[in-house]
């Protein structure tokens, strides 16, 4: 049986690995997607951590630790806030805030740009490209180093773009370009 390795990172630390930026890119976020992940930080800083160490003292205080399940739980959930502090921090470190409504008024495609485009069977589709720590399918937020964003990028209203697919390629029109206004102009 093999023993833990001292100084090793854990099964929790391997989870850590931020996704992967091209080489030589930056971690671009808009500064909606920055203030998401500083306010989520802060919560898990200031309210959530507080409070299971909370839970976990009571619970030691209670004896017996190893049948002890809000001990066991809570020290769980302390791991998992604690590695979701650790990243969010990092991310936060290394982030290149963008602001989109630089290019308000533009109908070229960059970083913010909300993008309703036609795919070859008429479907249409409207998109954000934003950056990789506030993309959701879901919501038609896209990372800019997604294909689709990455094909669209530096394109303009009306421009045809190939976009390669897992076998084949399609091309897709671009309808419409959008960008926030300027937080002066949104008051």
Known sequence: MSQPVPNSPSNDEEEL???ALPAGSKNY???QGFARLQKEL???IDVERPKVVDVVHWAASNGDRSENGDYIYGKKRL???DRRIRFLTKRLEIAEVTDPALHYGN???FFGATVTYCEEDGTERTIRIVGIDE???LQGD???ISPVARTLLKAREGD???LVMPGRVGLIEVLKVEYPPALAARK
Do not use: A
């Open 42 to 44: 802060l919560e898990l």
């Open 79 to 81: 791991r998992e806030i």
């Open 160 to 162: 045809e773009v190939k």
């Open 135 to 137: 993309s959701d399918s």
């Open 142 to 144: 896209v990372s800019w």
């Open 107 to 109: 109908d070229q495609i």
């Open 17 to 19: 690995q931020l996704p």
């Open 29 to 31: 976020i808009t500064p």
